[in-house]
């Protein structure tokens, strides 16, 4: 049985105290299964409906093992949509309130080009963006991967589905290959299989079938 209560994970205090603002007591299933690894460096499937608290799995992940110290883009959280993006973004911050200077920087398309490139040139710790706008940026060269520790891949079947296969296969491409990959999925089609297996050093496979 894994356990159940966030004060097992031996987070950072900030990230504790968020948790008990946000009323979030108990881990979700697949937090509880995904966590531990998670915070190990490992590479993650989380397969859950929507719902089961993916977000916060992955989110709590990249915020514990971030070096804030250290102002580059360490993490790239990569979306289906902008609306999802901005969720995302949304709860991370949430999580990350009282983290000193931590900065997430949103990167989607259907935005101007130029604010977002000055966000990028003041620079960021974390960024949440769709596939395109992130392949655009790396193109330009006005976003490098460098320093990338954590990749993750938020709703991944839907991505697939929408035609981003080849924008994540170029982004894979210009990110570090020593990363931790993270991808979660609400389906397990065989197209999320492959690409897996493409990206991902070992992963380990969680999977929950119902919500919390
Ligand atoms: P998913 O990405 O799996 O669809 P979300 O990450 O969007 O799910 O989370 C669904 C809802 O559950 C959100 O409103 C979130 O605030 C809430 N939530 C996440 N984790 C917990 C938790 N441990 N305890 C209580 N609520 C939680
Ligand atoms: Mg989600």
Do not use: W
């Amino acid at each position: 049985m894994s356990q159940t209560n966030f004060s097992s994970l031996n987070l950072r205090p900030e990230l504790v105290s968020n948790l008990d603002t946000l009323g979030y007591t108990e881990m979700t299933p697949i937090q509880a299964q995904s966590l531990p690894s998670i915070l190990e460096g490992k590479d993650v499937i989380g397969q859950g409906k929507t719902g089961s608290g993916k977000t916060a799995a992955f989110g709590l992940g990249l915020l514990q093992r971030l070096n804030v110290e250290r102002f580059r883009i360490q993490t790239l959280v990569l979306c289906p949509t902008r609306e999802l993006a901005d969720q995302v973004a949304k709860e991370i911050r949430k999580l990350a309130r009282g983290i000193h200077n931590i900065k997430v920087l949103t990167l989607c398309g259907g935005m101007p080009f130029g604010p977002q490139i000055g966000s990028l040139e003041h620079g960021a710790h974390i960024i949440v963006g769709t596939p395109g706008r992130v392949l655009d940026h790396l193109n330009k060269g006005t976003l490098r991967l460098d320093n990338l520790t954590t990749f993750v891949l938020d709703e991944a079947d839907r991505m697939l589905e929408m035609g981003f296969q080849d924008a994540l296969d170029a982004i894979v491409e210009k990110a570090p290959s020593d990363r931790q990959t993270l991808l979660f999925s609400a389906t397990f089609p065989k197209k999320i299989e492959a690409i897996a297996s493409k990206i991902m050093v070992n992963p380990e496979m969680v999977e929950v079938a119902s919500t919390h």
